[in-house]
């Protein structure tokens, strides 16, 4: 009685958190093109009860990086969000690549600096 339709790709963004409104906007585009979008959900760089503390976001970073290496599993692509590459980003990259996940760029520009 019901059709059985594909289910859609999961997309993760990746990037850092200074292009949060970048990733805003990507995870718009995104959605309306069809996907399931993850995407960071602290950035430690906005002021937050959360992470007002210095001592928690010592111990909040490497759950947080554990989390999205998780989301990273769990896509079926990487969307690299930004013209910025740094460590972590780089970092992330070689993850999903490792996975044998498909990285795309906002930027593409920055595709070959990810090498």
């Known amino acids: 009685m019901f059709a059985l339709l594909a289910e859609p790709t999961v997309v993760v963004l990746c990037g850092s958190t200074r292009f ?8 718009a585009r995104e959605t309306a093109a069809g996907r399931i979008v993850l995407a960071p959900g602290c950035d430690l760089k ?3 009860p959360l992470w007002s503390d210095p001592a928690a976001v010592e111990a909040l970073k490497p759950r947080l990086d554990a989390l999205h290496r998780a989301k990273i599993r769990a896509a079926d692509e990487v969307l690299v ?7 972590s980003t780089r970092a992330e ?16 520009e920055i595709e070959e600096t990810a090498k």
Not at 20 to 27: I, K, L, Y
Not at 81 to 87: C, E, N, P, Q
Not at 102 to 108: A, G
């Open 20 to 27: 949060m409104e970048e990733m805003v906007e990507a995870n």
């Open 46 to 48: 906005t002021p937050h």
């Open 81 to 87: 969000v930004g013209d910025y590459l740094g460590d």
């Open 93 to 108: 990259i070689a993850y999903a690549h490792q996975l044998g996940k498909t990285v795309r760029y906002t930027h593409p």
